[in-house]
């Protein structure tokens, strides 16, 4: 999607140029395994600091620019966001252009299933690297993923396990222990209980995924916590697993939601805001997004909470902890998968697509292609 303000050419950057460029986060990322092409910088203060905090790499736009050298005039503005984002894919692609044109090859969701050997079996999967900012940078946004299902709902959609821990757990789980561990937040689970490390991969939403754990050197293996040999051995596990299949289906099933309470976005009729809310809501959208993670609410009004996540998860999802990732992931899909809160599904959305083209002239035929293709890039 083209930000604001920005015409095309811009600075002779093609358009294609930029949506190829959707990848750079994982990109940058990626620097972490191969040799490094950019300068990745560390947040937290210095050891000779008194109360010193232990370093962190960092994947922000804002702090990579000003490592590598490059112009960001006015952080999280869209024209200075997009031309920095250029600025930083050219310098990928100079240092490393073979990493930088492989991660653009996997916006093609073929490609992503070549990688990863799909389709397969439990017996002969394969695990495989993956990049992606739902992994600490602690641990340089890196695992070592192992292929578990297809979601029973999703074609476009797989269901991987974090080869960090051992995957005979799943099974000793009921279908109620696993869909209570994977849907969650690990703040409300029983005490003791910790959150499964599964994670689903969109084929379609250019992950980075690397069939070759060779990939990733001994150094660098050593540097972000990862025991290659231990995680074999998980693999191994992993293949020895029961069929599933039956299981995931009722994993993913959601329960059905009561449609006659509004959803926070379209409760039109459930009351003003009250003043004290009103102050407290105009200081937070006030604050700039790094003080937004920290930011106490105390809202009166019961909608504001879910409100105020909604909107950060739409504005700034690089504040979102682990925990509200999922739950926005979680929210994203079940709109457009079952019409939850009263929105058209996609399967209400293609059909009546559908009814809409037989009517259609050409260029209504043009304009429903668009909207079938937008869906697509959504599923």
């Not at 990322?29 to 210095?46: H, V, Y």
């Not at 073929?110 to 641990?139: K, W, Y």
């Not at 969109?202 to 990939?215: A, D, E, G, R, Y």
Request: aromatic share 6%; proline share 6%; glycine share 4%.
């Amino acid at each position: 999607m083209r930000p604001a303000g920005v015409n095309w050419p811009l600075k002779e950057i093609s358009e294609e140029e930029l949506q190829k460029i959707n990848a750079n986060k994982s990109v940058n990322a990626t620097n972490n395994i191969a040799s490094q092409a950019i300068n990745t910088p560390s947040t937290g203060q210095k050891s000779t600091e008194k109360l010193a905090k232990p370093t962190k790499p960092s994947f922000k736009l804002e702090d990579l620019s000003k490592a590598n050298g490059l112009a960001h005039e006015a952080a999280h503005d869209a024209l200075s966001d997009v031309r920095a984002t250029i600025d930083l894919a050219r310098l990928i692609k100079t240092t490393n252009p073979k990493l930088f044109d492989f991660c653009l090859s996997l916006h093609k969701k073929d490609r992503v299933a070549a990688e990863l050997g799909l389709p397969t079996t439990l017996q002969n999967a394969r695990p495989f690297l993956h990049v992606s900012g739902m992994f600490p940078a602690e641990r340089g946004c890196i695992a070592i993923m192992f292929p578990l299902a297809m979601h029973p709902s999703n074609k476009n959609e797989l269901i991987a396990w974090d080869l960090s821990e051992d995957p005979s757990t799943l099974a000793t789980l009921s279908t109620d222990e696993i869909r209570l561990r994977m849907f969650t937040r690990a703040s409300e689970l029983p005490q003791g209980m910790t959150r499964l490390p599964i994670k689903t991969i969109h084929l379609n939403k250019s992950p980075v995924v690397i069939s070759s754990l060779k990939t990733l050197t001994p150094e660098m293996a050593n540097q972000w916590g990862i025991d290659m040999a231990l995680q074999m051995k998980h693999a191994e596990k992993a293949t020895e697993l029961p069929d599933m299949n039956a299981m995931w289906a009722e994993i993913f099933k959601r329960p059905e939601v009561e449609k006659t309470i509004p959803d926070v976005d379209a409760d039109l009729y459930g009351g003003f805001v009250g003043n004290n809310d009103r102050r407290r809501l105009n200081q937070l959208i006030a604050l700039t997004p790094d003080k937004l993670f920290d930011a106490r609410t105390g809202f009166e009004d019961e909608r504001l909470e879910e409100l105020y996540f909604r909107y950060k998860a739409r504005n700034f999802p690089e504040v979102l902890n682990e925990d509200e990732q999922e739950r926005w992931y979680e929210h994203c899909s079940g709109r457009l998968q079952d019409g939850q809160g009263g929105a058209r599904s996609l399967e209400a959305f293609y059909a009546q697509l559908n009814e809409l083209s037989k009517t259609a002239d050409a260029k209504g035929l043009t304009v429903l292609t668009a909207l079938a293709e937008y869906g697509d890039s959504l599923a």
